[in-house]
Structure formats: structure tokens, C-alpha cells
């Protein structure tokens, strides 16, 4: 409380997220959420995507994923149009794609009583399970691509 009354704030200003409920919710959210809030452009996009969008404070929230400075100002514009993401909205899901591998990630959940991963291991030696991306906005479809079923992963 010292530190914060050093950098400015009074004793009245620091009562208040105490006296207002929802003041002290935002506050903690922020603070969890490593000083992430939402820009425009993700406020729009999820408007649009509605629960078709799994966006960075869903990462930090799900998987306790803390986005780095340099992730967090790569991510904190939606890089589609908003036609783009009217035209998408049913058949795919907006992704905040953080650097961790499908892998990490399954292992972050791993415990969790709700279950985000089939029973499965067969992708666990593949490539694309340790890869891990650069943070970008992904566009995933939720069904397979037409005619990629029961081929290999090179075909």
C-alpha cells in the first residue's frame, strides 16, 4: 500500500475498489491478466465471434498463460476484417495463438476435473504437437477440411 501511495494514489482513491464491488472485480481481473485489457478491435471482434472466440484473457484465464509485452502488442489488434470474421463466425473460431505447443498445453489441463483433451496419444511424437507458433490471430475451422480424413499427415 506504501509503494502505491508513493506513486500517486491517496488513501481515498485506494478505499475505493474496497467500497466498489465491481471496481475491485476489474481490478483484480487486470492484475491476474498480467495488465491485459481488451482493445477495441477485440471487443468488436468477440461481438462478432460471439463464443466462437478464444481470445488472450481466455489463454491467461484457462491456462494461466501470462503473455509477454512484445505477444501482448502483436495481439492487441485482430488482423481480419470485420467481413472476414462476419463470414467465419459459424464456421470457425478466432485463436490467440501464444507460443506454447499443443502439448504444454495439454499438460497445463491436464488436471482439471473438465476435460479439453480426448484420451489420446497418437500425435504426441508428431511435429506438430511440440511446434510452437509465433503469438498471431488464427482463424480455425471448427470441422475437418473437405476430403482430409483417413489420410496421412503428409497427404
Known amino acids: ?3 502505491l501511495m508513493e506513486s500517486g494514489l491517496t488513501f481515498e482513491a485506494l478505499q475505493t475498489p474496497i467500497d466498489n464491488p465491481e471496481m475491485c472485480r476489474r481490478l483484480v481481473q487486470f492484475w491476474l491478466s498480467g495488465g491485459f485489457e ?3 478491435s477485440h471487443k468488436r471482434a468477440r461481438e462478432i ?3 466462437n472466440m ?3 484473457e481466455d489463454a ?3 491456462f494461466g498463460l501470462l503473455p509477454k509485452k512484445h505477444e501482448i502488442a502483436v495481439l492487441s489488434k485482430i488482423p481480419f476484417s470485420e467481413a472476414t470474421l462476419e463470414s ?3 464456421s470457425h473460431v478466432l485463436v490467440a495463438a501464444l507460443p506454447f505447443s499443443i502439448l504444454e498445453i495439454r499438460g497445463k489441463v491436464a488436471d ?3 476435460r479439453l483433451f480426448c484420451e489420446q496419444d497418437w500425435y504426441n511424437q508428431q ?3 511440440k511446434d510452437k507458433s509465433e503469438a498471431s490471430w488464427q482463424l480455425v475451422r471448427k470441422t475437418p477440411v473437405p476430403d482430409s480424413m483417413s489420410k496421412t499427415w503428409d497427404e
Do not use: D, S
Request: hydrophobic share 40%; with cysteine.
Open 1 to 3: 500500500m506504501l509503494r
Open 38 to 40: 481488451p482493445t477495441m
Open 49 to 51: 465471434m460471439r463464443r
Open 54 to 56: 478464444f481470445g488472450v
Open 60 to 62: 491467461i484465464q484457462h
Open 88 to 90: 467465419c463466425k459459424e
Open 112 to 114: 482439471r476435473e473438465e
Open 127 to 129: 511435429a506438430f504437437a
